[in-house]
């Protein structure tokens, strides 16, 4: 099998941020770190700068921590940013076989819950994208004296159907490839607005070589099957439930959704908005629904503005 050739780390990173036009202060990697949380060893990165505010990113399905990357090197000037790997994902753990019955968002909750107490702060800002965004509603609806400020990216209760069929099954289509590039080239495809070279650098933190080739770094396991019938009321479940956490949230925050998002569409996130004691909106530019990996300029600048604005710039 024919090897792809990589630079290092920090070469790939200055590569990419160089392909988006990005300029930060430095290229710095950040520390690879672990904690046994919840029967299962966790993985995430630390990007320094432990004298400022503590900020915890929260990743999106079939993503990693690694999706912040070039946001994050904006976001530590001002910042000490940790970003988990999520059980199932990235260099984190799997659900151990006898919890697989369980509901994967109520042990992502403990998850959360356990993350933030292990690193050890009275109050953090939190930031989650996706499912990580659902995973942070959750848990700002019940902790919110633990929390300075919440920042949710393009996720609500209702989400676009079109979208959601379309990540599923670009997900499905590439469970596993023969080649690295072969993923790279169906990531183009699915993913037109992003430079190629950002892509790759994505795609290195998101893939493992196996026997046959490459595969995702996520947890594949079909959990118990449900009917067509069973699965519409599960969603319908579970946005109810999530309506009310929204409901309950008294945190300063910010709803960021991408301008061309395919799964938060701007009535919903009105929606949103209008249904929290103190939430506001913008839209990024240039944007889909990875709006930390489409525009991580615009993504770090507005995060930053709404944080200044609501808690001073000293932060």
């Given at each position: 099998?024919?090897?792809?050739?990589?630079?290092?780390?920090?070469?790939?990173?200055?590569?990419?941020?160089?392909?988006?036009?990005?300029?930060?202060?430095?290229?710095?990697?950040?520390?690879?770190?672990?904690?046994?949380?919840?029967?299962?060893?966790?993985?995430?990165?630390?990007?320094?700068?432990?004298?400022?505010?503590?900020?915890?990113?929260?990743?999106?399905?079939?993503?990693?921590?690694?999706?912040?990357?070039?946001?994050?090197?904006?976001?530590?000037?001002?910042?000490?940013?940790?970003?988990?790997?999520?059980?199932?994902?990235?260099?984190?753990?799997?659900?151990?076989?006898?919890?697989?019955?369980?509901?994967?968002?109520?042990?992502?909750?403990?998850?959360?819950?356990?993350?933030?107490?292990?690193?050890?702060?009275?109050?953090?800002?939190?930031?989650?994208?996706?499912?990580?965004?659902?995973?942070?509603?959750?848990?700002?609806?019940?902790?919110?004296?633990?929390?300075?400020?919440?920042?949710?990216?393009?996720?609500?209760?209702?989400?676009?159907?079109?979208?959601?069929?379309?990540?599923?099954?670009?997900?499905?289509?590439?469970e596993t490839m023969r080649r690295f590039e072969d993923f790279l080239e169906r990531a183009v495809h699915f993913n037109p607005q992003r430079k190629p070279a950002h892509l790759k650098y994505s795609l290195l933190h998101s893939l493992k070589q196996v026997?046959?080739?490459?595969?995702?770094?996520?947890?594949?396991?079909?959990?118990?099957?449900?009917?067509?019938?069973?699965?519409?009321?599960?969603?319908?479940?579970?946005?109810?439930?999530?309506?009310?956490?929204?409901?309950?949230?008294?945190?300063?925050?910010?709803?960021?959704?991408?301008?061309?998002?395919?799964?938060?569409?701007?009535?919903?996130?009105?929606?949103?908005?209008?249904?929290?004691?103190?939430?506001?909106?913008?839209?990024?530019?240039?944007?889909?629904?990875?709006?930390?990996?489409?525009?991580?300029?615009?993504?770090?600048?507005?995060?930053?503005?709404?944080?200044?604005?609501?808690?001073?710039?000293?932060?």
């Open positions: 099998m024919t090897q792809p050739r990589f630079a290092s780390y920090t070469d790939e990173m200055r590569q990419c941020a160089e392909a988006i036009a990005l300029h930060p202060p430095a290229i710095v990697q950040p520390q690879d770190r672990t904690a046994d949380l919840n029967g299962i060893r966790f993985h995430y990165l630390d990007w320094g700068n432990e004298q400022l505010p503590p900020l915890v990113l929260l990743h999106g399905g079939s993503l990693t921590a690694h999706t912040w990357d070039m946001a994050a090197l904006l976001l530590r000037e001002h910042y000490h940013v940790i970003a988990p790997d999520q059980r199932g994902h990235g260099n984190t753990g799997w659900t151990p076989d006898a919890q697989l019955v369980e509901d994967n968002s109520d042990l992502m909750l403990r998850d959360t819950e356990a993350f933030i107490d292990h690193l050890g702060y009275d109050r953090v800002i939190l930031c989650g994208m996706s499912m990580g965004g659902m995973n942070a509603i959750r848990y700002a609806a019940r902790h919110p004296q633990r929390l300075r400020a919440l920042i949710v990216v393009d996720i609500a209760p209702v989400t676009m159907t079109e979208g959601l069929l379309e990540m599923e099954a670009f997900r499905r289509d590439t026997a046959d080739g490459w595969t995702w770094k996520q947890d594949h396991r079909n959990r118990p099957a449900l009917t067509e019938e069973q699965l519409k009321a599960e969603r319908t479940r579970r946005a109810a439930a999530l309506w009310v956490d929204v409901k309950a949230i008294t945190t300063p925050t910010l709803l960021m959704r991408g301008a061309i998002s395919k799964i938060l569409a701007p009535d919903a996130a009105g929606a949103m908005v209008a249904a929290m004691h103190d939430c506001e909106q913008v839209a990024i530019a240039r944007a889909g629904h990875s709006v930390q990996g489409d525009n991580p300029k615009d993504f770090a600048a507005e995060f930053d503005r709404f944080v200044v604005k609501r808690l001073g710039a000293g932060r």
